[in-house]
């Protein structure tokens, strides 16, 4: 335990790293629920340039550079006056001690001004997890700490309803996959029917990402989704956060 939260804290491996912005969006108004943080190089390169350079020996040092660094750009380009929450993408199988772990991200929080309450932290169940008790006791942690936490990709992966059965996180994100060609397929639509439900029962909030078509958006508001993401709607912002362009061609403004 000690050495792992040594390594946490270790200032031995860095990355040069910046972030984007992408608008998770309240369909009933228009407006950004939330903003998520997609890692980039400083130049903005690519997700995958960065994250080849991640091993299992750096990966903690990895994890807490991407939160500071997604707090800091996102007060930079504007995030608090809009009131959106800011969505961080963690590796849970990088936190030794939620506890211990979290104190840089609140100390960031802090420096910046940004409201620790309106974070939220993402993990995709296409990471396989050594051990989902530890992940049921994170997100039980956060929860007490008044963070929100997501499955990202829900429907893709090692876990599915599997995971969902042990823990329940604050929100999910059904996966893109999940999503594509919903308004022609009759199974996607049930079984997204399905889950929002099921949802419903279980007090989680439901997004949907990776929207590309106006089919699609349309489809899942009939279904009932109201917070939606994807390129419909607006693309990541590299350091910025960008419009969100509504079906119909209406623009919403950020703040």
């Known amino acids: 335990m000690q ?9 031995a491996d860095t990355f040069d790293i910046a972030m984007a912005f992408q608008p998770i969006v309240d369909a009933e108004t228009g407006r950004p629920f939330a903003y998520e943080a997609l890692v980039r190089g400083s130049n903005g390169e690519g997700a995958y340039d960065v994250l080849s350079q991640v091993t299992p020996e750096n990966r903690y040092a990895f994890d807490q550079q991407c939160r500071v660094t997604a707090i800091e750009l996102a007060v930079a380009a504007g995030i608090i006056d809009t009131g959106a929450r800011l969505s961080i993408n963690f590796l849970p199988n990088a936190v030794y001690s939620p506890v211990a772990c979290i104190q840089l991200t609140l ?25 989902t008790s530890h992940v049921k006791t994170i997100v039980e942690t956060y929860r007490k700490m008044g963070f929100a936490t997501a499955i990202d990709d829900f429907g893709a992966g090692h876990a599915g ?8 996180t604050d929100l999910i994100k059904l996966d893109m996959d999940l999503i594509r060609g919903v308004d022609t397929s009759l199974p996607r ?15 989680i909030t439901v997004i949907a990402e990776g929207i590309e078509t106006v089919a699609e958006y349309e489809a899942l508001r009939a279904i009932g989704v109201r917070y939606i993401q994807g390129y419909l709607l607006a693309r990541p912002g590299f350091r910025t956060l960008p419009e969100i362009t509504l079906p119909g061609g209406s623009i919403a403004a950020a703040a």
Not at 161 to 168: E, T
Not at 189 to 203: A, P, Q, T, W
């Open 107 to 131: 100390k960031t929080a802090r420096a910046t001004g940004f409201p620790p309450d309106r974070l939220i932290f993402e993990f995709t169940e296409n990471e396989e997890m050594a051990d």
């Open 161 to 168: 309803l599997g995971l969902l059965a042990k823990f329940q």
């Open 189 to 203: 639509r049930m079984i997204i029917e399905s889950v929002v439900r099921l949802c419903e029962n279980l007090g």
């Open 3 to 11: 050495a792992g939260c040594t390594g946490c804290r270790s200032k």
